[in-house]
């Protein structure tokens, strides 16, 4: 059975920086990712990662401002957030998936979720 758990979130002002943290417990899987939900909005997928090759992807909104990362040793993947914007703001959610199907913004590709971290931008 896997167990996340996000940390990091907080509430910062336009164009700060957040980073957070997912540590997890038991197997992995095959990746790693990262979700958020707005009030209003749909859930968006943010970033994934690859466990194996490291390989990282990202939502448009996001890309050249988040950088998704891993520290296997610590057990803990990491999404780094610059110039964050009011969008961003929302609640945080870390999943991962145990199998190699899907897109990897889906959300039925994962089969584990922590119990998310809330930003706030303003």
């Known amino acids: 059975h896997v167990q996340l758990v996000e940390s990091g979130g907080g509430s910062v002002e336009v164009g700060e920086s957040l980073r957070l943290s997912c540590a997890y417990s038991?197997?992995?899987?095959?990746?790693m990712g990262w979700f958020r939900q707005s009030p209003g909005k749909d859930g968006e997928a943010v970033a994934t990662?690859?466990?194996?090759?490291?390989?990282?992807f990202y939502a448009d909104s996001v890309k050249g401002r988040f950088t998704i990362s891993q520290d296997k040793a610590k057990s803990t993947v990491y999404l780094d957030m610059t110039d964050l914007e009011p969008d961003d703001a929302g609640k945080y959610y870390c999943?991962?998936?145990?199998?190699?199907?899907?897109?990897?913004?889906?959300?039925?590709?994962?089969?584990?979720w922590g119990q998310g971290t809330q930003v706030t931008v303003s």
């Open positions: 990662v690859v466990i194996g090759s490291g390989k990282p």
């Open positions: 999943a991962a998936a145990k199998g190699r199907g899907g897109r990897w913004s889906e959300v039925k590709k994962y089969d584990y």
């Open positions: 038991g197997h992995r899987g095959v990746c």
